[in-house]
């Protein structure tokens, strides 16, 4: 079992950043794929970026490429999503995933990959 817990989300300025926390439970956590997904109203929940927990590879969504980071400390059992250059559109609840295994990149994208989820943290982006 995988409890997660997110944080640091909030309101800025375009242009500005945030940095999200995963903070996970569970003996498998350090060793399990971690992915960020965001839901904007309206919209279909998207992925955002993925590390893997054997190797550390990261993946990232087309919309948040080379702004975005994604990053696992394993002594800490957390998660984290540096948020830079922030954009109007990037505002949505965000969401932290845990899966098992090795999924394939492809798979690694898919929400129904990931068995445990959390609460969500909002993230608002306006002047």
């Known amino acids: 079992q995988v409890q997660l817990v997110e944080s640091g989300g909030g309101s800025v300025q375009p242009g500005g950043s945030l940095r999200l926390s995963c903070a996970g439970s569970g003996r498998t956590f350090n060793t399990s794929p971690v992915a960020w997904f965001r839901q904007a109203p309206g919209q279909e929940r998207e992925f955002v970026a993925a590390a893997r927990g054997s190797t550390g590879m990261t993946y990232y969504g087309d919309s948040v490429k080379y702004r975005f980071t994604v990053s696992r400390d394993n002594g800490k059992n957390t998660v984290y999503l540096q948020m830079n250059s922030l954009k109007n559109e990037d505002t949505a609840v965000y969401y932290c995933?845990?899966?098992?295994?090795?999924?394939?990149?492809?798979?690694?994208?898919?929400?129904?990959?990931?068995?445990?989820w959390g609460q969500g943290t909002q993230v608002t982006v306006s002047s």
């Open positions: 995933a845990a899966g098992s295994g090795s999924p394939t990149s492809s798979f690694l994208r898919y929400a129904s990959t990931y068995t445990y």
